[in-house]
């Protein structure tokens, strides 16, 4: 057994200052019925808590360490930028390359505006639309994440999903009132909420691929039809790549199925590591967007210098080097590999898988919308998520959060994670 008494004693006490030990609530690993482990540093694909066991790490904070922990070049980055002050309140030029890396590599963002997380990213997107149409209400995805702005708390994912939370106290009914929640990936009832409320919709808001209810990749035809209703009925498309973007490609997923939404939410990889997200899209849209218009959104610290030098470095990273070609191939083999594990095991779960991102269901039905992914036998997930973990293997501790891989993570991590899956599937069907 690896000991992780450190941990233990220090989660501890930070339950005595923090609610729930933590300061985001999938971290607690409570999914899992486990303590959470302490980390005391990162390099490359690999964690180390502070008991002095190490990880192959398939959470990378939850998507944005795409290039691994510790990459030289954007630590290099964050170092010069900090020597010349972490914030100033004022204008500074990596804020402008940075816009211009994303405008040109995802066509349908015209301007942007830097915010501090992707739930800053989502919340001021759903203002500015409302601002922009002169309508009140927003339609989401059963089992979609767009961060924890009260309006999207509705059969939302994520955290909310792995504590059996369908929303959260503290919202007004009045504010639920105005987001409308149906199925992903079902056209018919989307159809059906357009004909009953269309010219009261101001945006519709989707993750173009769920990565919040493990990994679910829609039909496009979804998409298209998302575009063609919004645009009948003149309410705005707003896709959350806040994980797809520049996961998917060196752009957003919209890139790959040329579906341009109106606004674009990012954050995670575009942050490199630091709190970022930002959202951006049509020119006479964004110009709404306060000083050039009359919405109001601000923030202290958005745009600051360290974010933007980690950013910047990231993307230039991404745009220099045919990286999206390897994850897919470590993707590849991985999926592929867990895959004949099940087949050998006679074992029939699903893997859903795109790219550098998958996630195992422990249900046999496949597993195309959020009433699907619930129906996971979550049980036997953490008997799996136990054993894993003891093989030095760190998956979300959750089977609704999705695995991600890295630039760094090798074809030994992968070979070493198959062998750990294989034991852990083995014993979590026992008993
Ligand atoms: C993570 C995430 C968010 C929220 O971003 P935070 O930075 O955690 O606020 C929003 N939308 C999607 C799709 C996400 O995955």
Not at 92 to 107: F, R
Not at 134 to 140: P, V
Not at 284 to 310: C, F, H, K, W
Not at 355 to 384: C, H, P, Q, W
């Amino acid at each position: 057994m690896k000991e992780t008494i450190k941990s233990k004693q220090r989660f501890a006490e930070a339950q005595k200052v923090m609610p729930g030990g933590v300061n985001s609530p999938v971290r607690a690993f409570k999914a899992v019925g486990l303590d959470p482990l302490f980390i005391e540093r990162a390099q490359g694909s690999q964690i180390y808590d502070i008991d002095g066991n190490s990880y192959i790490d398939y959470v990378c904070s939850w998507g944005p360490l795409i290039l691994g922990h510790a990459h030289p070049q954007i630590v290099k980055a964050l170092c010069q930028a900090a020597e010349r002050g972490t914030s100033y309140g004022a204008p500074c030029e990596k804020e402008v390359e940075l816009a211009q890396l994303i405008s040109q590599a995802i066509p349908s963002i015209e301007q942007l505006r830097m915010v501090n997380s992707g739930t800053e990213a989502t919340m001021s997107a759903a203002r500015l639309a409302r601002a922009f149409t002169g309508r009140d209400k927003i339609l989401k995805f059963e089992g979609c994440y767009h961060g924890h702005a009260d309006s999207f708390l509705i059969k939302a994912g994520s955290g909310l999903l792995t504590a059996g939370v369908p929303t959260s106290p503290g919202i007004p009914v009045d504010y639920v009132k105005n987001t409308l929640v149906t199925g992903y990936n079902d056209i018919d009832s989307l159809q059906d909420i357009f004909e009953q409320w269309g010219q009261d919709i101001a945006a519709v808001i989707v993750e173009p691929i769920a990565g919040n209810m493990g990994l679910i990749v829609p039909d496009t035809a979804f998409l298209v039809e998302l575009r063609k209703i919004t645009e009948h009925y003149g309410t705005l498309l707003i896709f959350d790549e806040v994980i797809s973007g520049f996961r998917t490609c060196y752009g957003a997923y919209q890139n790959l199925i040329d579906i341009k939404p109106d606004i674009t939410t990012l954050g995670k990889i575009i942050g490199g590591g630091l709190p970022v997200g930002a959202y951006g899209g049509r020119r006479d849209i964004m110009e709404r967007v306060a000083p050039a218009g009359d919405v109001y959104q601000a923030g202290t610290l958005s745009g600051n210098p360290l974010a933007m030098a980690a950013g910047l470095a990231t993307l230039q990273i991404l745009r220099d080097n045919d990286y999206y070609t390897d994850l897919e191939e470590l993707g590849g083999l991985l999926s592929q590999g867990i895959i004949e594990l099940l087949q050998n095991q006679g074992l029939d779960y699903r893997l859903n898988h795109w790219g550098s991102m998958f996630s195992l269901f422990f249900i046999r039905e496949e597993v195309r919308n959020y009433s699907a992914a619930v129906s996971s036998d979550t049980v036997r997930f953490s008997k799996f998520y136990r054993v894993l973990l003891e093989e030095g293997v760190y998956f979300p501790p959750s089977q609704f959060e999705v695995c991600f891989i890295s630039t760094a993570h090798s074809r030994k991590d992968i070979e070493e994670t198959l062998q750990a899956v294989e034991k852990a599937l083995y014993i979590s069907q026992l008993g």
